[in-house]
C-alpha cells in the first residue's frame, strides 16, 4: 500500500486526528512526527520539513501548529536555499 503524506505536528494529541483524518481522504501517512511545545525543542518543523522535501516517496508535505508567519517559513527556506515544492 502507498502512503505518501508526510506531517510534522506542534502537538502530540492534534498528531492521532491528523493521522485519522489524512487516512480517510489519501492514500494515507508515510510519516508523522509531533515535536511537541517544548521552549528548548530536539528538532523543528523545518528539520522534518527539510527531510520530507529530499525523499521522493513523499507527496505531500503538511505541517500543523504554529509556524510563525509564511514570512518567517520563507525567509527561513531561503536561508537553507531550497525550494520546497511539497508543502
Do not use: C, W
Amino acid at each position: 500500500m502507498l502512503r505518501s503524506i508526510a506531517y510534522v505536528s506542534r502537538s502530540g494529541g492534534m498528531s492521532n486526528e491528523l493521522n485519522n483524518i489524512i487516512s480517510r481522504t489519501t492514500d494515507g501517512v508515510y510519516e508523522g512526527v509531533a515535536i511537541g511545545g517544548d521552549r528548548y525543542p530536539g528538532t523543528t518543523f523545518m528539520d522534518h520539513v527539510i527531510r520530507y522535501q529530499e525523499n521522493p516517496d513523499v507527496k505531500m508535505i503538511v505541517v500543523l501548529g504554529e509556524v510563525y508567519s509564511p514570512f518567517v517559513l520563507k525567509r527561513r527556506v531561503a536561508t537553507i536555499k531550497i525550494h520546497l515544492t511539497r508543502l
